[in-house]
């Protein structure tokens, strides 16, 4: 970032105590910290642990995991568990962070955890958002997630690390 994203004006440098030097405007006054969305991204598993759900989603035929953004003044975790709930109508009931990605493309800082639901029914699937849902085993999982896409990365290392 080299130009203040009020006012326009080049950005210098400042130190800030604890930080280093932040990119700082000298006509707000004001430190310019990096801006980027934040994302959450979950490998939902079934209560045994046997299972991944995998989505379909906006008319693609690709398989990817749940997923949303995290809402100004939410935490990550809170985020998880409302994402879930309204795509899939799932409760959540434990959940681990696994890895997190920058995603360039949307400048979106992708968080992923992996979650387990109460259950397995997909009865209260939200339609308006999922067009499919499906549960896989790992080894289905793996073959049926859209290939070379983060949610591979964050599904490989999740499955790799057990
Ligand atoms: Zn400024």
Do not use: D, G
């Given at each position: 970032m080299k130009y203040c994203y009020e006012c326009g004006t080049k950005l210098t440098e400042r130190e800030l105590e604890n930080e280093g030097k932040i990119p700082y405007c000298e006509k707000c006054g004001e430190y310019r910290f990096p801006i980027f969305s934040t994302a959450v991204s979950m490998i939902v598993e079934n209560p045994d642990k046997t299972e991944i759900l995998l989505i379909q989603q906006y008319g693609r035929k690709n398989n990817i995991l749940v997923a949303g953004y995290v809402n100004k003044g939410e935490n990550a975790e809170n985020a998880v568990m409302r994402e879930v709930m309204e795509e899939t109508g799932l409760k959540v009931i434990d959940m681990h962070f696994n890895k997190s990605e920058y995603f360039e493309k949307t400048n979106t800082l992708m968080l992923n955890y992996a979650c387990t639901v109460?259950?397995?029914?997909?009865?209260?699937?939200n339609t308006g958002e999922v067009d499919k849902a499906q549960w896989f085993t790992h080894e289905q999982a793996c073959e049926n997630?859209?290939?070379?896409?983060l949610a591979e990365k964050f599904l490989l290392h999740y499955l790799n690390i057990q």
């Open positions: 109460e259950n397995e029914s997909l009865a209260h699937l997630i859209k290939p070379n896409s």
